[in-house]
């Protein structure tokens, strides 16, 4: 889902392909020629940050197999194990 939302965003910020984004010296710019770069920035920024979401969602899931010695959650029935 989220990989077709940044999909969306690309194709919305008219993404052009196969020439870079520069200006030649003496030129001026038509606003037509280049893409935004406000929408690419935001979507690194969602990907980093899904990244780290699931980063951190690994690392609970690992802690929690070690606190509780199972992954299932019908079985999981405290955080402070069997006494």
Not at 7 to 31: C, Q
Not at 50 to 69: E, K, N, T, W, Y
Request: proline share 5%; hydrophobic share 55%.
């Amino acid at each position: 889902m989220s990989h077709a939302a940044n999909l969306l965003i690309f194709s919305v910020n008219r993404l052009k392909r196969g020439a870079p984004p520069l200006i030649a010296a003496g030129g001026s710019l038509r606003f037509e020629a280049a893409s935004d770069p406000l929408p690419q920035a935001l979507i690194l920024t969602a990907i980093v940050i899904s990244f780290a979401v699931l980063a951190f969602a690994l690392a609970l899931l690992h802690r929690i197999f070690q606190i509780a010695g199972c992954d299932d959650l019908d079985r999981i029935r405290s955080t402070e194990g069997e006494t």
